[in-house]
């Protein structure tokens, strides 16, 4: 089978939530195709496998091949975060945000760092801006567990 329909047959098992089959399609490629669908294909498959670690150096190239798409910071920091460091995920969201400033779930997760942090000040205007930029995520803020400490502090979400 050519790597196109492979490529094909993967990204139609993930559209239809059968990650297990869509790995299995990604592993009869050639591990030269290093092309980037296929490298964001292997980077959706693992992130909804949870292999933080084997996503974190796919997610980092794929923000140094297309710095201009803010979903590969994103994924990437999130695969920081979950297996080395917060701080580090939040270092990788900080040069995100120099590509993206008005990228609203780069300002909502910096928000959720800063209040694990201790920063509640920081993290209420994180959200706060992340919630003017796409009102969505008001109701993030009011579910995310990693604002529970800033609501415990009072904090409400501004009405959209």
């Known amino acids: 089978m050519h790597d196109r329909?492979?490529?094909?047959?993967?990204q139609g098992y993930l559209a239809l939530g059968m990650v297990d089959e869509?790995?299995?399609?990604?592993?009869?490629?050639?591990?030269?195709?290093?092309?980037?669908?296929?490298?964001?294909?292997?980077?959706?498959?693992?992130?909804?496998?949870?292999?933080?670690?084997l996503l974190l150096p796919i997610a980092a190239e794929l923000a140094r091949r297309d710095p201009a798409e803010a979903g590969w910071w994103v994924m990437w920091a999130y695969a920081a975060r979950r297996s080395e460091t917060l701080a580090h995920a939040e270092a990788i969201l900080r040069d995100a945000e120099l590509h993206h400033p008005a990228d609203?779930?780069?300002?909502?997760?910096?928000?959720?760092?800063?209040?694990?942090?201790?920063?509640?000040?920081?993290?209420?205007?994180?959200?706060?801006?992340?919630?003017?930029?796409?009102?969505?995520f008001?109701?993030?803020?009011?579910?995310?567990?990693?604002?529970?400490?800033?609501?415990?502090?009072?904090y409400r979400p501004p009405a959209t």
């Open 5 to 10: 329909w492979r490529i094909s047959h993967a």
């Open 22 to 53: 869509a790995a299995a399609e990604l592993a009869q490629l050639p591990k030269t195709n290093d092309s980037t669908p296929v490298l964001a294909l292997r980077g959706l498959v693992l992130q909804e496998q949870r292999q933080w670690p």
């Open 104 to 136: 609203p779930t780069i300002q909502f997760n910096l928000g959720c760092y800063a209040c694990q942090r201790g920063d509640q000040h920081e993290a209420a205007r994180r959200v706060n801006q992340a919630i003017a930029l796409d009102a969505t």
């Open 138 to 154: 008001r109701q993030q803020a009011l579910e995310d567990d990693d604002l529970a400490p800033l609501r415990a502090s009072g």
